[in-house]
């Protein structure tokens, strides 16, 4: 029931999804936490967004620490960050922090930094940290032009990695691209694992709504179990 959230790109939604994912957990009943290891971008010393939209879909009681070990104020890439931090990102700390946060909750839903290979420190990336907590990913898609190629890019690593694509969303983010149900059949076709849901474009995207647009369902069945849906 924990699931690794991650994107073909940064700036794709994965926040977005994650919160509707711990919504519509919520929904069912149950309790669920989000989690966000690596934060960068935190606006001259507040919270970052990201970190607040997860804390604010939590619904059992966890420190920020549980929530966001590692948080850095530079918008820039994580390890960059955390060098001009003086820090060294730690995946024993992420990981102590997401088992307290099993212990808690029934559901924990992980979301990485930027794209799925984004550095975390000298030797590690976020690819590395999906592998450590060992976790099946939800992959999100941004709908515009090369995200057929970015999407194919990163499930092909992740597989390799050894890793379970458990559900991908199409989050369209270009509400003018051509041929948008064209691309969402050839990614359905593609990538063996079935599609949660077709997040619409919208200018104030609502976790809650795209919540109830979720097919959780779908996160049990076998790849050979489900038919591709025509969108």
Known sequence: MNYFVTGTDTGVGKTLVSCALL????????SVAGMKPVAAGCNDGELNDDVKQLRAATNVLTSLGQINPYSFLHPIAPHIAASKAG????FERILESFNELTAQAEVVIVEGAGGFM???????DS???AIALDLPIILVVGMRLGCLNHALLTFKV???CGLTCAGWVANILDPDMEAIQD???ALQERITAPLLCVVKHQALPDAHEISTQLNLKLLNEHPADYLIQVV
């Open 23 to 30: 919504y519509a957990f919520a929904a069912q009943g149950k």
């Open 87 to 90: 820090v060294s990102i730690n």
């Open 118 to 124: 984004v550095p975390l420190n000298e030797t590690q």
């Open 127 to 129: 690819s590395d940290l």
């Open 158 to 160: 992740l597989t390799d």
């Open 183 to 185: 691309n969402i059949q």
